[in-house]
């Protein structure tokens, strides 16, 4: 289920892209699948491990076009371990509410992405994530859960003021946001709820079909209630000349580089 949009975000092959904060790897595998050099970037070692083995099926699967390459790499947001100007595209999906020196962050994104290089972030949007707060405590309040609830307006301020154009947004995955309220007000770990396993039905077999009554009705929820908010941003400046800025690493390998 990706939440960034590659029509608006486009990908070209051999673009070194780095997915920061990959978690398990949705986006980090549509990229490699697209044909560019991807990064994936998290703390978690035991997903990176994951992520590195689902890179290897899909080239042994013959799903990845020649020339494209993964790795996965382990540290820090707020350190990034990479040279400055480093890449060409980067996402930060679902990432930046975790943390709580985010302007860190965002300032570590500006340092890696290549001058005229696009940044896409996603974090859930302000309405649904309030519901979910208001619901339930444990929602939030779980090691490593959300700091913060962004506005759009936030995110982009922030992300101007660290240095970022801004280039356009919009609101994804509408169906979700009820399914989290049915979580919050049953308990988000309450697996076992007849409501709550009902609609995980229904969003699976959404996500597997996309019947067109669904993409219709999630196209009219999300500009209110969709879960996740999409922002897209441009660094300044002109990409240099092709060669002036290092390729990607190639391999497949897991690099540790905890910072």
């Given at each position: 289920?990706?939440?960034?949009?590659?029509?608006?975000?486009?990908?070209?092959?051999?673009?070194?892209?780095?997915?920061?904060?990959?978690?398990?790897?949705?986006?980090?595998?549509?990229?490699?699948?697209r044909g560019a050099n991807?990064?994936?970037?998290?703390?978690?070692?035991?997903?990176?491990?994951?992520?590195?083995?689902?890179?290897?099926?899909?080239?042994?699967?013959?799903?990845?076009?020649?020339?494209?390459?993964?790795?996965?790499?382990?540290?820090?947001?707020?350190?990034?371990?990479?040279?400055?100007?480093s890449f060409d595209k980067i996402i930060a999906a679902e990432v930046l509410e975790h943390i709580p020196d985010d302007m860190s962050a965002m300032t570590e994104l500006l340092r890696v992405l290549k001058?005229?290089?696009?940044?896409?972030?996603?974090?859930?949007?302000?309405?649904?994530?309030?519901?979910?707060?208001?619901?339930?405590?444990?929602?939030?309040?779980?090691?490593?859960?959300?700091?913060?609830?962004?506005?759009?307006?936030?995110?982009?301020?922030?992300?101007?003021?660290?240095?970022?154009?801004?280039?356009?947004?919009?609101?994804a995955h509408g169906l979700h946001a009820p399914y989290w309220w049915i979580k919050c007000a049953v308990g988000v770990n309450n697996d076992g709820n007849p409501l709550a396993k009902a609609y995980h039905q229904v969003l699976v077999w959404d996500i597997m079909k996309r019947p067109l009554a669904t993409r219709v009705a999630e196209r009219v929820l999300n500009p209110v209630i969709g879960k996740s908010v999409v922002v897209y941003f441009t660094k300044p400046g002109s990409p240099?000349?092709?060669?002036?800025?290092?390729?990607?690493?190639g391999g497949k390998e897991k690099t540790d580089a905890a910072v």
């Open positions: 289920m990706l939440t960034v949009d590659f029509q608006r975000f486009p990908l070209s092959p051999g673009d070194r892209v780095l997915d920061m904060g990959c978690g398990a790897g949705r986006h980090a595998f549509e990229v490699y699948r991807v990064v994936a970037f998290d703390m978690d070692r035991e997903e990176l491990a994951e992520v590195s083995r689902m890179f290897g099926a899909m080239d042994l699967a013959g799903e990845v076009p020649a020339g494209a390459s993964a790795k996965t790499v382990q540290g820090n947001a707020l350190g990034l371990p990479f040279p400055d100007d001058p005229g290089g696009r940044l896409a972030v996603t974090v859930p949007s302000w309405l649904p994530e309030r519901i979910c707060w208001a619901l339930s405590e444990d929602y939030h309040t779980a090691p490593g859960g959300h700091v913060r609830i962004y506005t759009r307006a936030e995110l982009e301020a922030k992300l101007k003021a660290t240095g970022f154009l801004v280039d356009g947004h919009h609101h240099g000349p092709l060669g002036d800025v290092p390729s990607g690493d």
